[in-house]
């Protein structure tokens, strides 16, 4: 019984495995190993072969392509996590870029959108015209964390085109730039060409973003060639490809800058391309985003056996002139030139607004409080030009005292303006008094008021400084809820709109007070003026507003000092008249 038993179960085994190989239909290949199926005019497909069996030759369909071994080899993307005193950061195995990038500056201020804003990371192709592509590297470590005063490395290894690369990344606690150093080694037996390029992307128009995002916002693209800026892209849409020869590419706002600097001149060549305009969105759709790029390039030639090195420096961070300068990049903040004649060889604005940026930045270490500098410095630039001031209000003074004559002549001379001119002409030069001597020092104060105007509009030292700020609205108030009264960032407007107000009430006054000299009509029309002001000012920002309304303010007291001489002799006179 326990014989038979067996070898009933020896068969049902046999016959199970006999089933197994020959009988049962063998399962679709994965996804990778699939074959290409035949043409269908080709005869009715085989029976495909058990896996151990090797197919026929004259079933192979024709012209299969075979998979190509790099895309089954790329290893899988890695991350490696960067935490900095000013920023955090996080480093893909692809190319090295940067998956994150969010400052530690004034808040949080993200610099990446994986797609749409940041480093592309390394791409190498083999310089024949082919399309590059990212490299795949390995990272050394996944976690870092900078501190003290030493920097920490980040190194990549990979492959491209049959030889090596490592790049290094070099991150440093005090600073917000990052070293990049390549070394390219060709271990082959014969000379080899790769084009290397580190590029940073961005979005050609950011106003067509539905969401809103907290960090930068390029504008524009600069570059510097020969140590002074070469152009100004200002509108991302209307980018054309072109490789240039230069010092530094930088995509630009008003207040942040992503760069790319080379460390080795002449390795490099700037690059900039778009991938086409942004198509306009009909019926309520969203457009497409186009995107603008920088990148840097190198195409060196390595002998065999030998290697190339390289680097460039990566700068993403707020425009302080401190930090700008110290990597030569200063000249990405934009003063601006003042309006003068070509022929005069113009007024660049940078040699005023520097000396007046870097004293505001001085004051605010002793004082603490940016609202405080600018007041500090107004008063400072008022003292500086109360000379000017005092000698353009006499003259006024003197041309008001003039206007019961002058007005005497219009009536004479109604027809005869020559004779009109030449007489009020005899009649100032009589008194001594100069018609432009109430414009010249004005004029001469103008370049430095608008100096100091450009550096309060270009600091990003102002953005969520404090000034007064006390309390914080309930959610529920309309208009304001959740707003910091009362003037909590000098960097964005005054939301209660009292401070634009201010400003317009100490305009209307300076120039109630002002001595008028000319036709009452255009006296009148210069009244409106502080309503058109007060109307620009309201959603400028606060530190700017407040610039204003202390000048103001400062104006209307020197105006006060100088009529008091004036005001205590027509007292005196009075109270003698009284007496006699």
């Known amino acids: ?33 699939q074959k290409p199926v035949a043409p269908p005019a080709a005869p009715a497909p085989q029976t495909p072969p058990p896996p151990h069996t090797a197919a026929p030759a004259a079933n192979k369909p024709p012209a299969a392509p075979a998979p190509k071994a790099p895309q089954a080899l790329r290893p899988p993307q890695r991350l490696a996590t960067v935490d900095a005193p000013l920023y955090r950061a996080v480093v893909s195995s692809e190319g090295g870029k940067l998956q994150e990038l969010t400052l530690k500056y004034r808040g949080e201020k993200p610099m990446v959108i994986v797609g749409d804003l940041g480093p592309g990371g390394l791409r190498a192709s083999s310089g024949d015209g082919a399309a590059a592509d990212v490299v795949a590297m390995n990272l050394s470590t996944e976690g870092i964390t900078v501190s003290g005063d030493r920097p920490a490395d980040l190194v990549l ?81 209307a980018v054309s490809e072109r490789a240039i020869d230069g010092d530094w590419v930088g995509l630009d706002s008003v207040w942040y800058l992503a760069a790319l600097k080379p460390r080795s001149p002449g390795w490099f060549k700037i690059v900039i391309a778009s991938d086409g305009k942004v198509p306009a969105a009909k019926n309520g759709d969203t457009a497409p985003v186009g995107h603008a790029s920088i990148a840097l390039r190198a195409m060196p030639t390595i002998a065999p056996g030998q290697a190339w090195e390289g680097g460039l420096v990566v700068y993403a ?15 990405t903040i934009n003063f601006g030139g003042f309006p003068v004649p070509q022929r005069y060889g113009g007024l660049p604005m940078r ?37 000017l001031t005092v000698k353009s209000m006499r003259s006024m003074k003197a041309m008001q005292a003039l206007q019961p004559q002058v007005n005497t002549l219009r009536s004479k001379y109604q027809k005869d303006p020559q004779a009109l001119q030449r007489e009020t002409l005899a009649l100032y030069k009589k008194h001594k008094v100069n018609p432009m001597g109430g414009c010249l ?3 001469a104060q103008i370049p430095i008021f608008y100096a100091l105007y450009l ?65 009452p009509r255009q006296a009148k029309m210069m009244l409106v003026m502080p309503f058109v002001f007060t109307f620009m000012f309201l959603n400028l920002p606060s530190g700017l507003v407040l610039y204003w309304t202390v000048s103001n303010i400062l104006q209307i007291v020197q105006q006060k000092l100088m009529d008091r001489p004036a005001r205590s002799r027509a007292a005196r006179e009075a109270k003698d008249a009284g007496r006699a």
């Open 441 to 443: 020092p004005m004029v």
């Open 317 to 331: 961070g707020p425009k302080e002139y401190d930090r700008l300068k110290a990597l030569g990049l200063e000249d």
């Open 455 to 519: 550096a309060l509009s270009v600091s990003v030292e102002l953005q969520n400084a404090r000034f007064l700020c006390f309390i914080t609205m309930p959610a529920w108030v309309p208009g304001l809820g959740g707003a910091d009264l009362w003037i909590c960032d000098l960097a964005a407007h005054d939301p209660t709109y009292v401070l634009p107000v201010l400003m317009g009430v100490t305009m209307f006054v300076q120039q109630k007070l002002t001595p008028t000299a000319g036709d």
């Open 157 to 237: 290894t990979g492959e491209a085109e049959g030889l090596k690369i490592r790049q290094t990344l070099k991150f440093h606690p005090e600073t917000f730039a990052i070293d990049v150093l390549l070394q390219v080694e060709n271990p082959g037996t014969a000379p080899r060409g790769l084009s290397l390029a580190y590029s940073w992307i961005t979005r050609q128009a950011w106003r067509a973003t539905p969401e809103k995002f907290q960090g930068q916002h390029p504008t524009e693209i600069v570059w510097s060639a020969n140590g002074h800026v070469e152009a100004r892209i200002d509108d991302l849409s």
């Open 1 to 33: 019984m326990e014989t038979r038993a067996i070898i009933a179960a020896v068969l049902m085994a046999a016959v199970f495995i006999v089933y197994q190989v020959f009988f049962l239909p063998t399962g679709p290949e994965p996804a990778s190993q």
């Open 351 to 387: 040699w005023l607004g520097v000396p007046i940026l870097l004293l505001m930045n001085w004051t605010y270490k002793h004082v603490g409080n940016y609202g405080i500098a600018i007041i500090l410095l107004t008063v400072v630039s008022k003292v500086l030009f109360y000379p």
